[in-house]
DNA sequence: CCACCATACCTTGTAATTCGATGTATTGCA
DNA sequence: TGCAATACATCGAATTACAAGGTATGGTGG
């Protein structure tokens, strides 16, 4: 069980997969990425730094993430990007997801009446 | 602490999503429900027995369901409706996914260029 | 008649996440 | 000087979902 071996709640995750998802397309720094977040979903999505810093160190000593301090004004800060690793998390993650919110999507709008393939 | 003031879970409740979906349009039972929803999702979403009758217990002592004893075949079986209350919770929690799944699918889809309003 | 599988209910322990609160330290501004 | 924002981090609590197991009945095949 070196980590996520076992069959993980289907639901959760995401948090995990808007971080890999804003730091492919670009470095980040914890503190950026908690806002980044919030204003990308219009805060529908606003996770804690509580959530972040752990996803963050998580992915890291997973090899799926490598970081570098950088300062900034005087501010001390350490920038995740994606290794290669990462990337291929995130396009299962993606995957995941996506299957996932199809799936209820279509239960949710569709009726009782057998679907047409 | 009634049950759900606090801010929960952003994304747990989709079973209870999926169960209250599937009774608001005809009265089920607890065993069926597994099955319609494993069924529905062409298996992406399974839940188990242990997740669907603690949910069903939950909703029903909230007053979203209500039940009745029914005895098929000999086989004994509890089925659920949803009430009044239910039909809104359902109203609920079906917008709140949407926002959920809206959003997210904006930040896997949309690039990183300023969104147009 | 017995064994077995499907049906049908239920509970318990465990694991994984997420959240809120809190703590530290620095910078800039009033 | 004091306060807000920046920037990192961790802890405890709560929620959830899951797997596994437990009970009981009915039908079917040997």
Redesign the pocket.
Known sequence: ?T???????????????LILRLLNEKEM???????AIRERTDAV??????????????LESDGALKSRRKT?????????SVTARGSRRLADLSETWTNLAGAIHRMLMGGQSAEAV
């Open positions: 069980m980590s996520r071996e076992t069959n993980p709640n289907f639901m959760n995750g995401v948090p995990e997969l720094y914890g503190y950026e990425l908690v806002q999505v606003a996770v804690g730094e509580g959530v972040v810093y752990p996803v963050l160190h998580g900034v004004n005087g501010r001390s800060r350490i920038y995740y």
